[in-house]
């Protein structure tokens, strides 16, 4: 490869121009949103036509935006409510959902690696406890797209609130918060090309959430401290600019089915996750027994693509990943998995130069066996 590919586009998409530029200007312009002042309320107003791109992004009304420092932190602020006795999430969760609380309930996926709505089923019913689901929109690793609408229907139906994790799903696919029917929602901004440290929780009555950070009235008195104004200048951009492309981000799938055929041409026994389930039309994670996660990492970066082996959050561990495992993917195809996620950058170069790389790769493990 002559240049670098950029393809881990799950762990953070590149920063798109006209972020850039509208973070630099509103840093220029300055102002404290909370001021009474005329450049407060100029900031002010820069935060919230931000926040009517954010709710636009995902069918809510922008009333139910509450800016954060990231997806983790919404996360968090949606699950640790002490008027919650009881949660239930399921084992594919992010790490931010899955270590929100230590005495969370987990439900199983089945092996196709989507949520087991009669395990869900059953757990609603073991307890009269007041309870929260928190099942994610997309899988950040294989790209699986999960019965979000259908699971919520059912915590409903048992007197359970419902909120979902949306951080990888909002920009890549239409997202509808009502059609849903969930009762918050978490996203991120630097998923979509926004800037890093800036995420939204959504709820559908702001009202029923707790405050998660304290000390002052910012964001409805549900987070206090004095608000990042450029990065959420920069967040609402980058969601306005993500609603517009949704079609764009949908035609990636042809570049990532193309993708797995020409690896499948390779190596007729890699196994590709999720390839016959609704999935994120950007996200490809496959694996190929003898050929290890860290050799193609570290090979196609030394080639000049960058991919991953799965989540950045659990980036350097030697082990199988925790999502596959779950499938039930056996440690000798676990450990060999790759993610490639494409984004708004991404051409067919980009595909025909990882081809090349991983068919070296590839050639390499045939010589030493």
């Known amino acids: 490869m002559t240049s670098r590919s950029y393809l881990d586009f799950n762990a953070t998409a590149p920063t798109r121009p ?27 107003a820069r935060v919230e036509k931000a926040r009517q791109h954010v709710a636009d992004l995902v069918g809510a009304e922008a009333a139910g935006v509450i800016f954060t420092g990231s997806g983790t932190e919404a996360n968090n602020q949606a699950l640790r409510s002490d008027k919650i006795e009881r949660i239930i999430v399921s084992v594919i969760e992010h790490e931010s959902v899955l270590q929100a609380r230590a005495d969370a309930v987990i439900c199983p996926v089945t092996p196709e690696g989507l949520v087991d709505l009669d395990a869900l089923s059953q757990l609603l019913g073991e307890s009269d406890a007041s309870t929260m689901v928190s099942i994610m929109l997309a899988n950040n690793e294989t790209g699986i797209i999960q019965p ?3 699971a919520a229907r059912l915590s409903h139906d048992a007197g359970a609130l419902f909120h979902c994790d949306a951080v990888q799903a909002a920009g890549k696919i239409p997202v509808d918060m009502k059609a849903l029917g969930v009762d918050s929602l978490a996203l991120s901004a630097h998923k979509i090309g926004g800037p890093q440290g800036v995420g939204a929780l959504i709820c559908s009555d702001p009202s029923t959430m707790p405050r998660f950070v304290h000390g002052g009235g910012q964001e409805s008195g549900l987070r206090a401290g004095t608000e990042n104004v450029p990065g959420i200048v920069g ?9 517009a492309g949704l079609e764009y981000f949908g035609a990636l799938a042809a570049l990532r ?38 050799v193609q990492v570290m090979g196609l970066d030394l080639d000049g693509a960058s991919i991953s082996a799965g989540s950045a959050c659990s980036a350097g561990r030697v082990e199988t990943p925790y999502v596959l495992a779950a499938m039930g993917v056996p440690d ?28 070296k790769l590839h050639d390499r493990k045939l010589a030493r066996n």
């Not at 009474?36 to 900031?43: I, K, N, S, T």
């Not at 967040?235 to 609603?243: D, H, N, T």
């Not at 797995?260 to 190929?288: M, W």
Request: proline fraction near 2%; include cysteine.
């Open 18 to 44: 006209e972020v850039i530029d509208a973070v630099a200007e509103a840093m220029r312009e300055g102002g404290n949103a909370s001021s009474v002042h005329a450049d407060g309320r100029a900031a002010r």
């Open 148 to 150: 979000v609408a259908e």
């Open 235 to 243: 967040y609402g951009v980058a969601a306005e600019s993500a609603l």
């Open 257 to 294: 089915d193309d993708l797995e055929e020409r690896v499948l041409a390779i190596e007729p026994t890699a196994q590709i996750f999720g390839k016959e389930l609704d999935r994120l039309p950007n996200t490809s994670k496959f694996a190929t027994k003898g050929l290890t996660s860290d």
């Open 332 to 359: 000798e195809l676990g450990l060999c998995a790759v993610r490639i996620s494409l984004g708004w950058t991404t051409t067919a170069k980009d595909i025909d130069g990882f081809i090349a790389g991983w068919q």
